[in-house]
């Protein structure tokens, strides 16, 4: 027995009335645990009157442990009491012995803690819904501060359906021991140190958005599937998970600041072109993603955005790309190439610090290199810089200590301090500016001003040689007398390809197109026809062919199609037509019952697999309906499948013995057989695109050959 406090009973269920006028009621304790099964009604009567159940009750399976499931009516509208300020919330279904919950989408609230500690709880569905649901607005006030309340803290649930927005605010108050974390926070903690549990989530097609830090710090996640309408991932949503890869779909729009940081399983992405905004931090220190795509619906590159993703080995910059933020690749120390589709104008302090190029090639109309740009890039041994250039900030090549050549277009007015300090192997500089740039003392620290050679244009030898800090050069020579060949670079994905030494002048013979097996080269960048006077650099990229998406299979059972692929992860393109579904004039109709069935798979990434076809059809097992000429008639029919491909013809879902034989369509049989454990097949020989007549006992069925 257990101390209770309800107004009635019906069919072991207890209930507080809520509301006379209303009459509506909730869920409450009894004067026994529940146990077993619970259905609890969408109605009850009492005092000859219908309450409708519109509530759980606070506590009203709370510890109830021998309760394995509750299923919910469709006029709830609460689990647990918002309302309540006694210091503990809605505990309604907590420590209760439930394995599974369906949330139907008439509920509009729940209670913050409401499946706490649930221990036995493995399956979470949220129904499909066009409300918002809103999530418990207190948290627990705790007497240990270690004691982190959530939704479903220290339940162990596996997976999750989520069908509709959800709606909750995030905060800490450590000093009041006041907690309020996402729904799935503490899913799995049996201890002081978080043990998630969760490994799958799937959201439906009615969710436009995933909240705030819905899954952060969650690291047991693995698979994640968005429904088709979500158009915005607010920050730090999938923070610290364990997602190896992530479909972005093509409804989305918005990814926000550190959505996925720090997901050190994720490998690839691939942002679609209605992604617009990606904000600051979004994948930073992702320290597996090696495969990344971004679409052109961006317009800039935010701060930090790629940092840390150390196995990152190439980035191609979009066309509508104008900006790039402030340590966007900083520590991204495997990445070595990098493509400019566009005219970026701004490119972040610290953005390429610390990473591994070789050579590179900065797109036109960049007018700054800001400070610390590409800063310990020690691999980097030349680059060609814009001729819109008219910065380079400080430390901007700082601790490139394999530079071994630089020039630098005549627009360049700065060189900023530090610039070039760590550069011991720089041993030629050439300056096309007649005006010799400012410069600090320390622009070029730790550089052998006795041994470099700084080459400038002819007319202005004697005006560097009277120039405070550039005086400090033992030789000064005219640009025109340089006996150095420049370079001519071939860069291949990032890696050094080929490099030629061509004297200024000497027309230049592109190399022929390199080869791959499996992939497809994108064709050099940019070749001047003629040497000019600097190094050029010629980049160019294989990008791995699209696998191709098996083709699926299609069966009937139950009364359902099911397709399947061994691809993974792929969507179903559907297409039925219903030889009857028309509208007829005629007194006499021939009914078919056949249903012509066409299917393709496709997959993000991936080519679409052919469109395989079948025909579905109803043969009457009751040949004495036929000829009723009114009234309501069931007909015992079986349904068979036909599918073909390449003139094989495969027919399942007839009775053993069977015979099926097969015509074109002027009638000449192609083949006959008998059937056997339910299914036949037949080689026609008969051409894709062509008719074929199936027959099946009495019943002909017209199929299209693929």
């Not at 819905?214 to 920050?235: A, C, D, H, Q, W």
């Not at 600051?280 to 790629?306: I, M, P, Q, R, Y």
């Not at 139950?558 to 005629?586: H, R």
Request: glycine content about 6%; proline content about 3%.
């Amino acid at each position: 027995m257990v101390a209770s406090a309800h107004d009635f009973e019906v069919n072991g269920v207890f209930y507080n009335i809520i509301s006379l006028s209303d009459l509506t009621v909730e869920v409450t304790s009894g004067t026994e645990k529940y146990i077993n099964t619970l259905d609890i009604p969408q109605f009850v009567q009492f005092s000859n009157k219908e309450f409708k159940v519109v509530r759980i009750g606070k506590d009203a399976f709370l510890n109830c442990v021998d309760l394995k499931k509750v299923n919910l009516p469709n006029t709830l509208v609460q689990i647990g009491d918002m309302t309540n300020t006694n210091g503990k919330e809605g505990v309604a279904f907590a420590g209760s012995g439930i394995t599974e919950i369906t949330i139907p989408s008439s509920v509009m609230e729940i209670d913050n803690c409401a499946f706490n500690n649930c221990t036995s709880l493995s399956k979470v569905i949220i129904e499909d819904g066009q409300t918002v649901l809103k999530l418990g607005c207190g948290g627990w006030l705790t007497t240990w501060k270690n004691e982190l309340s959530g939704l479903f803290a220290h339940a162990k649930v596996r997976e999750a359906y989520i069908g509709r927005n959800l709606d909750y605010n995030v905060h800490y108050d450590y000093y009041n021991y006041d907690y309020i974390l996402p729904p799935f926070k503490q899913a799995g903690r049996t201890d002081c140190s978080p043990r998630s549990t969760i490994t799958t989530v799937t959201f439906g097609d009615m969710v436009t958005e995933i909240p705030v830090q819905m899954f952060s710090e969650t690291p047991s996640i693995k698979y994640v599937s968005l429904g088709r309408n979500i158009k915005i991932i607010k920050s730090r949503a999938f923070f610290n998970t364990a997602i190896e890869y992530f479909y972005f779909n093509n409804s989305l729009e918005t990814i926000e600041n550190e959505a996925f940081a720090s997901c050190k399983n994720l490998t690839a992405i691939n942002i679609n072109n209605k992604v617009n905004t990606i904000g600051d931090s979004a994948f930073e220190n992702c320290t597996s993603l090696s495969d990344v795509t971004l679409g052109d619906g961006l317009k800039s590159l935010s701060n930090n955005l790629f940092a840390g993703c150390t196995t990152l080995k190439s980035i191609s910059i979009p066309a509508n790309i104008k900006t790039i933020g402030e340590k966007a690749f900083s520590g991204c120390t495997s990445l070595s190439n990098i493509v400019f589709n566009s005219e970026v104008l701004t490119i972040g302090d610290a953005c390429f610090e610390n990473c591994n190029f070789m050579a590179l090639k900065l797109p036109e109309g960049l007018s700054v290199i800001s400070k610390q740009c590409f800063k310990d890039n020690s691999s980097l041994t030349g680059i060609e810089l814009p001729n819109s250039l008219v910065k380079i900030s400080e430390e901007s090549f700082a601790g490139c200590s394999k530079l071994e050549k630089i020039s630098v277009p005549s627009t360049v007015n700065i060189i900023g301090e530090n610039c070039f300090s760590g550069t011991n192997n720089l041993r030629i500089i050439k300056l096309y500016n007649q005006t010799p740039p400012s410069i600090n003392e320390n622009s070029f620290a730790n550089l052998n001003y006795l041994t470099a050679t700084l080459y400038v244009p002819d007319n202005s030898v004697e005006i560097y040689k009277n120039t405070e800090i550039w005086a400090s050069f033992n030789f000064i020579l005219p640009i025109s007398k340089s006996d150095v060949k420049n370079k001519l670079i071939y860069i291949v994905d990032g890696e050094e390809y080929k490099i030629y030494e061509i004297e200024t002048g000497v027309a230049i013979t592109p190399e022929p197109t390199p080869k791959k097996d499996g992939y497809t080269f994108s064709g050099w960048s940019d070749i001047p026809e003629t040497m000019p006077a600097h190094d050029v650099i010629v980049t160019g990229t294989f990008t791995k062919n699209k696998e191709k998406c098996a083709n699926p299979t299609i069966k009937y059972e139950n009364g359902k199609l099911n397709m399947e692929c061994t691809t993974d992860g792929v969507t179903y393109v559907t297409n039925i037509t219903v030889a009857d579904a028309t509208q007829y004039y005629d007194a006499t109709i021939q009914l078919s019952a056949t249903y012509n069935i066409s299917v393709y798979a496709t997959k993000e990434g991936y080519d679409n697999s052919e469109t395989v076809t079948a025909t579905l059809c109803w043969i009457d097992q009751q040949p004495k309906t036929e000829g009723i000429t009114d009234g309501i008639v069931n007909v015992t029919a079986k349904a068979v499948l036909i599918k073909s491909n390449g003139g094989m013809l495969t027919v399942e879902g007839v009775d053993d013995g069977e015979t099926i034989d097969v015509y074109t369509i002027n009638g000449v049989n192609r083949g006959s057989v008998v059937s056997q454990n339910g299914m036949a097949s037949i080689d026609s020989n008969i051409q894709s695109g062509n008719v074929a007549i199936v027959r099946i006992g009495q019943k002909s069925v017209k199929v299209i050959v693929k």
